[in-house]
C-alpha cells in the first residue's frame, strides 16, 4: 500500500501536468499525452506492493518532493569538470532536461532534431514508437509521466548505410530553485545498415541535483548497428530514472554498456525486443555503490524471431550499507527456434551491511535452444588477497585491486579504446573500502 508521502508526491504531480501549458502538435500526439496523464493520474506512483518496485522504495524522491515538468525557457549555466569523450565531434549538452537553444551541425546522412522539428520529417516512425510504449499500471508510472510531457525531447536520424560516429549527450542539473523531476524523451532511428555510437555521460553539474526521467527509445531497421553507453557518476543527492525501448529488424544489433559509479537512487530498465531474425543484443554493465546509494537494473529480452541472441553480462561492487537490485529477464517465444541465451550477474560484498537481490529468469516456448543464466553475491577471494599480499601489496592494495579488475571485464567490452581509458580511472576511484 503506498505511504502517505507517495500519494502526496502523485497528487502533486498529476496537477503539475495539468497545469502545464496545453499540449500543442497533431491530435493524435495531443491524445496520448492525455492517455498518459489520465494514467498516471488513476495509479499514481509505485510502491513495495508493486512487484516490480518491491525493492526500490521512493523515499529519496519523496523527500526531495521534486516538482515536474516544470517550463524552462534556456538551459542553466553548468561547467562540466570531465569529459568521458573528448574526441567526439557530435557533443550536446542537456541542462535539467532543456537542450541548448542551438544544436551542432551534422555530418551528411545523420540528423539530430528537437522532438518538434523531427516530427516533420519522421512522424509516422515516431508516432508507432511513442504509442507502443505501455502506459498502463503503478510500475509504468514515470513512463507515463514522460509521455504525459513526450515533446520535451530529441530525435536522432542516421540513414541507411552511414556511419554516424559517436554522439555525446552529456546530462547535469543546473537548477538552484525549487528540485525538479525533468523528463526527456530520446529517440533513435536507424536505416538499413546505419550505425550509430551514443555515449552518455551523467555527471551531475549542481550540488543540488534533482532528478532525471529519462526515456530512450530505438528503432533499428535490417542490419543497423547502435552501440550505447551509459556512464553515469553522480553526487549521492542525484536521482536518475532510465527506461529504454529498442526495437531490433533482421541482423541488427543492439550494444549496451553501462557504468553505475555515483547517484543516490538510481533505476535503470532495458527492454529489447528481437523482432527480426539474426538479429544480437549485448547487455553489459558495472555498478558500483557505497555509502547508503541504491541501484535497480531490470532487463527484458524479447526473442520473437529465429536464431537470435542476446547475453546479459552485469557485474556489481557493494560497500557501506547500499543496496543493489537486478532482475534479468529473457523471454524465447514459441517460432523463435535457434535462439541463443546467455545471463550473468556477479556481484561482490564488502560490508556486512551491503545488500544485493539479484534475480535472472528464462522462459523458453521454442525448439533448439541454447541457454544458460546464473547470478553470484559473495566476499573476495582470500586466496587471491593473500598472493597479492605475498608479491608486495598491502592488503587494502590487493583488495582495491581485485575489485577493480572484477569491474574492468565490463570496461573490457568496449570498442571505443578512448572511452574505455576514461572510464577506468573513474571505476577506480569509485571503488568503496572493504569493511
Known amino acids: 500500500m503506498a505511504t502517505a508521502a507517495n500519494r502526496e508526491l502523485a497528487e502533486r504531480w498529476s496537477n503539475d501536468i495539468r497545469t502545464v501549458a496545453a499540449p500543442e502538435g497533431p491530435e493524435w500526439l495531443v491524445q496520448l499525452r492525455e492517455k498518459a496523464a489520465d494514467a498516471f493520474t488513476e495509479n499514481g506512483l509505485p510502491h513495495r506492493k508493486v512487484e516490480a518496485w518491491k525493492y526500490t522504495p ?38 535539467d532536461g532543456v537542450l541548448p537553444e542551438s544544436l551542432p551541425a551534422t555530418p551528411p546522412g545523420v540528423a539530430v532534431l528537437p522532438f518538434s522539428a523531427a516530427l516533420a520529417e519522421y512522424e509516422d516512425r515516431i508516432r ?46 543546473g537548477h538552484s ?4 523531476l525533468a523528463p526527456f524523451r ?65 541482423n541488427s544489433l543492439y550494444d549496451y554498456t553501462g557504468f553505475d559509479l555515483g547517484g543516490g537512487l538510481v533505476r535503470h530498465e532495458l527492454n529489447v525486443a528481437l523482432a527480426g531474425s539474426e538479429a544480437t543484443t549485448r547487455l553489459a554493465g558495472a555498478c558500483v555503490l557505497d555509502g547508503k546509494r541504491h541501484g ?30 537486478f532482475n534479468g529477464r529473457a523471454m524465447i517465444h514459441k517460432g523463435a527456434d535457434g535462439s541463443s541465451v546467455q545471463q550473468s550477474n556477479a556481484n561482490l560484498l564488502l560490508s556486512r551491511l551491503a ?10 516456448y521454442a525448439d533448439e535452444v541454447e541457454a544458460s543464466h546464473g547470478a553470484t553475491v559473495g566476499q573476495l577471494d582470500e586466496t587471491a588477497v593473500f598472493y597479492l599480499r605475498s608479491r608486495g601489496l598491502s592488503e587494502a592494495q590487493a583488495r582495491h585491486l581485485l575489485t577493480a579488475a572484477f569491474c574492468h571485464a565490463v570496461t573490457g567490452r568496449l570498442e571505443n579504446r578512448e572511452l574505455a581509458e576514461n572510464v577506468t580511472p573513474m571505476i577506480d576511484a569509485a571503488m568503496p573500502e572493504a569493511t
Open 296 to 325: 535497480d537494473t531490470r532487463v527484458n529480452v524479447d526473442h520473437a524471431a529465429p536464431d537470435c541472441s542476446s547475453e546479459q553480462f552485469f557485474r556489481g561492487v557493494l560497500g557501506g550499507s547500499s543496496r543493489g537490485v
Open 186 to 250: 530520446l529517440i533513435v532511428l536507424l536505416d538499413e545498415g546505419a550505425r550509430l555510437e551514443l555515449v552518455e555521460q551523467h555527471a551531475g553539474g549542481s550540488t543540488d541535483s534533482g532528478a532525471l526521467n529519462l526515456v530512450l527509445q530505438a528503432d533499428l531497421a535490417e542490419k543497423a548497428h547502435l552501440d550505447h553507453v551509459r556512464v553515469q557518476d553522480e553526487p549521492d543527492e542525484a536521482i536518475l530514472l532510465t527506461c529504454s525501448s529498442v526495437q531490433q529488424s533482421a
Open 177 to 180: 530553485g525549487d528540485a525538479q
Open 355 to 364: 545488500e544485493m537481490d539479484t534475480k535472472p529468469e528464462l522462459e523458453i
Open 128 to 173: 508507432a514508437l511513442v504509442e507502443s510504449l505501455d502506459v498502463s499500471g503503478a510500475a509504468q508510472a514515470f513512463t507515463a509521466l514522460n509521455t504525459a510531457f513526450v515533446d520535451r525531447g530529441l530525435v536522432v536520424h542516421v540513414a541507411a548505410g552511414v556511419e554516424a560516429g559517436p554522439l555525446l549527450l552529456r546530462w547535469a542539473a
Open 58 to 95: 521512493l523515499k529519496r524522491l519523496e523527500a526531495k518532493n521534486p516538482r515536474a515538468g516544470a517550463i524552462a525557457t534556456k538551459q542553466s549555466p553548468v561547467e562540466f569538470s570531465t569529459n568521458i569523450l573528448p574526441g567526439a565531434q557530435l557533443s550536446i549538452d542537456i541542462v
